[in-house]
C-alpha cells in the first residue's frame, strides 16, 4: 500500500492523503491517476525527470552535427552527435527568452540559432554567439557567456544503440537502470551480428488517452490480443497461429520494465502478412540460437509485447519502437519507429519498413483498435463518482515461478496482470519520494 501526500511547489498541494493508489496485494488500482491533473504535475516532476527515458537510436545521429528533437515529459530537448563523436542532449529552449532554437524533427547543423532575437548555441549546447552583443558593454555582471549556454541533460548514455538521457544527476547508471531486463532487450537489440538500426523516419500520433494505458498494455497486457485485435488478427493469421499456449508462455518484470510473450516463434511476425518476413526468421532462428540461446531464439517473432519503463514499448518480429510522450493527464503523443537487424537483406528491411505501419500506425489493423481502447478508458474516468471507483488487477497472481534461466520475477503464461502491477509499483514507489527538483522541505510528511 502506498500513501502520498505531495506538495509540488507554493500554493500547490496534491488534494488530500491517497492511501493506496497501488493494491499490489489486493491487485486493484485507483483509477484517479489516470485523471487527475496534480497527480500528473507531480509524474513531471517524479519520473519523467528521474527516469531514464529513451531519446533516439543512434543510427539517426550517425555523424558530427546530426541531431533529432524529442521530449522528456514534456521538456522538449535536442539530442546531438557532436564533433568528437560523442552524444549530448540539451534543452531545445532560448536561454534568452525561452523559445525553440530548433524547429525540425531531424536533420544536421553546425549550430542551432534562435529565430527571436538571434542567439547562436554549438553542437554542445553552448551559446557561441549574440547579434548586438556590444549592447551588454556596461552590464558585464550580468552577462557571462560561458553560462548561458543550454542546460545539459544530466545524463546521458546508450544501450547497443539505444539512446537514453535522465535529468537526474544522481540517478543510477543506465546498465544498473536496466538491470536483467537487457536479457529480454537483446531479442530486439542483438539478435544477429551488427546491432540494429532505424528504418525510415518517424511516424507521430496524438491519442486522447493517458500515457499509462498503452505503456501498461506493452507491459504485459496480452489478455487482450484476442479479444481486441480478433477481427484484424484474423484477416492476417491463422487463430491456430494466434493461440496462447499457457505451457510454454511467460510474464517477466524487473524493476518495473515488464514483458510477456510465447515461445511459438512466428505470429508477431505473422501479423505483418508477408511470408518472406516468416521464411527469413524461420531460416535465421539457428543463428539466433546460437548467439543469444535456444530460449531466446525461441521468443525471436514470438507473440510479445515490452516496456521499459516509463515510456519505451517495443514488439519483437513486428519490429516496431514506439515512445509513449505525455501532452497533460488526457492526452499521449505517439512516436514509432521500424527497426530492423543490419544483416537483414535488404529486401526484407523494405517489407519491414512498409508492413509494419500497417499494423502498428494510427490508420493500422491493430493500432485502431488500441487507440479506441485507450481513450475510452481514459474519457470513461472523468466523473467524480467513477474516479471513486477501483480497477481490479487480479490476473494471475499466484502463477510466479522460478524458471532457470529467465531473469527477474517470472510467472507461467501470458495472461496475467502481474507485470502491470510491477509497473504501477514502480510509479507509485518514485512518486512516494520527491524528484531531482524539488526541494524536501516542500514535502508534506505522508
Not at 493517458?210 to 498494455?217: C, M, S, V
Not at 490508420?363 to 474516479?387: C, F, I, K, P, Q
Amino acid at each position: 500500500m502506498v500513501k502520498l501526500g505531495i506538495q509540488l511547489g507554493a500554493g500547490m498541494r496534491l488534494r488530500g492523503d491517497f492511501e493506496g493508489l497501488v493494491d499490489c496485494r489486493g491487485g486493484s488500482i485507483d483509477r484517479s491517476i489516470f485523471w487527475d491533473r496534480e497527480i500528473y504535475d507531480a509524474e513531471l516532476q517524479r519520473i519523467f525527470a528521474r527516469c531514464w527515458i529513451f531519446l533516439a537510436h543512434e543510427s539517426q545521429i550517425q555523424n558530427p552535427g546530426d541531431f533529432v528533437t524529442t521530449y522528456m515529459g514534456e521538456d522538449a530537448v535536442i539530442v546531438c552527435r557532436r564533433k568528437g563523436g560523442a552524444i549530448g542532449a540539451f534543452l531545445n529552449s532560448c536561454t534568452h527568452r525561452g523559445n525553440r532554437v530548433c524547429l525540425a524533427d531531424y536533420g544536421n547543423a553546425r549550430r542551432f540559432v534562435c529565430n527571436y532575437h538571434g542567439w547562436a548555441f554549438g553542437l554542445g549546447g553552448e551559446l557561441l554567439a549574440v547579434p548586438e552583443q556590444q549592447a551588454y558593454a556596461d552590464e558585464r555582471s550580468l552577462f557571462d557567456q560561458t553560462t548561458l549556454g543550454l542546460k545539459a541533460v544530466a545524463q546521458v548514455d546508450s544501450y547497443k544503440g539505444l539512446v537514453f538521457g535522465t535529468f537526474d544527476p544522481n540517478a543510477p547508471p543506465l546498465t544498473e537502470y536496466l538491470g536483467a531486463f537487457t536479457y529480454y532487450l537483446d531479442v530486439l537489440l542483438d539478435a544477429e551480428e551488427g546491432g540494429t538500426e532505424v528504418l525510415g523516419g518517424c511516424l507521430k500520433a496524438l491519442m486522447s488517452c493517458n500515457w499509462k494505458l498503452p505503456a501498461e498494455n506493452f507491459t504485459g497486457d496480452a489478455y487482450h490480443v484476442q479479444w481486441t485485435h480478433q477481427a484484424g488478427a484474423s484477416a492476417m493469421i491463422s487463430q491456430r497461429q494466434f493461440a496462447y499456449d499457457l505451457d510454454r508462455s511467460y510474464a517477466a518484470n524487473v524493476n518495473g520494465h515488464g514483458s510477456e510473450f510465447g515461445l511459438d516463434g512466428v505470429a508477431n511476425v505473422a501479423v505483418l502478412g508477408h511470408p518472406e518476413i516468416v521464411k527469413y526468421f524461420r531460416q535465421r532462428r539457428a543463428t539466433v540460437a546460437a548467439r543469444l540461446g535456444e530460449l531466446r531464439a525461441q521468443m525471436w517473432g514470438s507473440v510479445s509485447s515490452a516496456n521499459v519503463f516509463p515510456s519505451l514499448s517495443f514488439l519483437s518480429g513486428v519490429n516496431t519502437l514506439r515512445t509513449w510522450i505525455p501532452r497533460g493527464p488526457h492526452t499521449t503523443e505517439l512516436r514509432t519507429w521500424v527497426i530492423a537487424n543490419k544483416a537483414m537483406p535488404d529486401e526484407i528491411k523494405e517489407l519491414l519498413r512498409t508492413a509494419t505501419p500497417r499494423a502498428f500506425s494510427p490508420s493500422g489493423v491493430l493500432e485502431m483498435d488500441d487507440g479506441e481502447n485507450w481513450e475510452l478508458s481514459t474519457r470513461a474516468m472523468a466523473g467524480v463518482a467513477t474516479r471513486k471507483e477501483r480497477l481490479h488487477y487480479g490476473m494471475g497472481l499466484h502463477t510466479r515461478i522460478d524458471h532457470p534461466q529467465l531473469p527477474g520475477n517470472v510467472y507461467q503464461g501470458q495472461l496475467s496482470d502481474a507485470n502491470q502491477l510491477a509497473f504501477y509499483q514502480k510509479w507509485a514507489d518514485l512518486m512516494s519520494s520527491p524528484g531531482p527538483f524539488e526541494r524536501q522541505d516542500h514535502m508534506v510528511a505522508p
